[in-house]
T-cell receptor
Framework: GENVEQHPSTLSVQEGDSAVIKCTYS??????FPWYKQELGKGPQLIIDIRSNVGEKKDQRIAVTLNKTAKHFSLHITETQPEDSAVYFC?????????FGKGTLLTVNP | EAGVAQSPRYKIIEKRQSVAFWCNPI?????LYWYQQILGQGPKLLIQFQNNGVVDDSQLPKDRFSAERLKGVDSTLKIQPAKLEDSAVYLC????????????FGDGTRLSIL
């Protein structure tokens, strides 16, 4: 179906460590995979996205990988900082429609 | 550029009352979305507009929810009558026209039903 499974639901790391969030989907029509960061009381903010014709994309400390054969994709944050603490959502999209995962609460401890 | 604007930020009503939310998208964005985000979950699409036409309203509870986007710019989402389970944050997003364009979100309206 259109669902996307996201793990883990909570993640706690020490400042400077790396954080990895993984998502899986089942709909072969999915061709767009954005990631959103949501801080308390704010709307989701797009941090990076990847399309199905690309396997990896990097933007400074953030990277995403996509394995379309296995239908899973991941977010990697390196050198984490306290301001990275937030809820992160993976999404799958096809045509115009986005489906969100349930989110990962990332806590970066100073 | 200015982001997506939503109002009000908070609303508290009693069940069976009506409520309306307003959204002003990013200038020039043809596509507008309304999402419902229940506490602890990801946003769920309610309705999507392309200019002033509805593209997808398959998950909109049409017996109580309605939305319009007159003139293809601002949009309003209405709930009448409200139920306890409608307590959520209502998010508006907009994007440029075309497939899989990045969606930009407003900060939402937090609705509490008593």
């Amino acid at each position: 179906g259109e669902n996307v499974e996201q793990h883990p639901s909570t993640l706690s790391v020490q400042e400077g460590d790396s954080a990895v969030i993984k998502c899986t989907y089942s709909d072969s029509a999915s061709n767009y995979f954005p990631w959103y960061k949501q801080e308390l009381g704010k709307g989701p903010q797009l941090i990076i996205d990847i399309r199905s014709n690309v396997g990896e994309k990097k933007d400074q400390r953030i990277a995403v990988t996509l394995n379309k054969t296995a239908k899973h994709f991941s977010l990697h944050i390196t050198e984490t900082q306290p301001e990275d603490s937030a809820v992160y959502f993976c999404c799958r999209g096809s045509n115009y429609k986005l489906t969100f995962g349930k989110g990962t609460l990332l806590t970066v401890n100073p | 550029e200015a982001g997506v604007a939503q109002s009000p930020r908070y609303k508290i009503i009693e069940k069976r009352q009506s409520v309306a939310f307003w959204c002003n998208p990013i200038s020039g964005h043809a596509t507008l979305y309304w999402y419902q985000q229940i506490l602890g979950q990801g946003p769920k699409l309610l309705i999507q507009f392309q200019n002033n036409g509805v593209v997808d309203d398959s998950q909109l509870p049409k017996d109580r929810f309605s939305a319009e986007r007159l003139k293809g710019v601002d949009s309003t989402l209405k709930i009448q009558p409200a139920k306890l389970e409608d307590s959520a944050v209502y998010l508006c997003a907009s994007s440029s026209q075309g497939f899989n364009q990045p969606q930009h979100f407003g900060d939402g309206t937090r609705l509490s039903i008593l």
